[in-house]
């Protein structure tokens, strides 16, 4: 993939990211590593998402050096760089502040397997990664076990990381994390949640 295409890519998957509310203001950013020109495109700092142009995105290395675009890559880049020199490939990250799933992430409390799209979406059920401030390298290296697990995971007192081959897949994970989480809020508040087990055939 060319570095103008995945540019295109992050702009639209953050727009719509921001326009099904899973990131407020500016938070959340959205990345995608192209591991042979070792190049990690990535959204800018504090830029409004609905006014985000392509000319806006980010270019960086893995070593974090801006290669282009006209602004500082996101603050929170080191969890995407580091978690991405876990994985030595092509990957795409998506990271939200979703507010069901953030919610469950406050409380440090994992979201069980309840839905038959947690699997193939996710994997299975939804952990809790141990904090981390934001915007720091320790962020990204206490988060990429969890991601070599599970397509998704909650990050303790800050919000959601998911991971895909590409950003349709990422995006689409954090859709279903922030979906499980907000019916299982509902859930609990309704009865008592059955988890899907092995025993039910399920
Ligand atoms: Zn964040």
């Known amino acids: 993939m060319k570095v103008a295409e995945a540019k295109e890519q992050v702009l639209e998957i953050a727009q719509k990211a921001y326009r099904e509310k899973l990131m407020a203001g500016t938070s959340g950013n959205i990345s995608l590593y192209l591991h042979e020109e070792n190049k990690v495109v990535i959204t800018p700092s504090s830029i409004d998402y609905l006014q985000m142009t392509v000319e806006d995105i980010s270019v960086i290395t893995l070593e974090g050096e801006i290669l282009e675009g006209p602004h500082q890559p996101s603050s929170e880049w080191p969890m995407h760089t580091e978690i991405y020199k876990e994985f030595q490939e092509s990957?795409?990250?998506?990271?939200?502040?979703?507010?069901?799933?953030?919610?469950?992430?406050?409380?440090?409390?994992?979201?069980?397997?309840?839905?038959?799209?947690?699997?193939?979406?996710?994997?299975?059920?939804?952990?809790?990664?141990?904090?981390?401030p934001a915007g720091s390298v320790e962020l990204g290296k206490v988060t990429a076990p969890y991601l070599k697990e599970r397509k998704a995971c909650l990050l303790a007192n800050h919000g959601t990381m998911s991971i895909g081959k590409d950003l349709s897949s990422a995006y689409i994970s954090s859709i279903y994390l922030e979906d499980a989480a907000k019916i299982y809020a509902f859930a609990k508040s309704v009865g008592k949640p059955i988890v899907l087990s092995s025993e039910r055939g399920e």
């Not at 992430?105 to 839905?115: D, F, M, Q, R, S």
């Open 91 to 132: 990957y795409a990250l998506v990271h939200t502040h979703s507010p069901y799933a953030t919610a469950f992430a406050v409380c440090g409390e994992e979201i069980p397997e309840i839905l038959i799209e947690m699997k193939p979406f996710i994997g299975g059920d939804i952990k809790v990664a141990p904090f981390a």
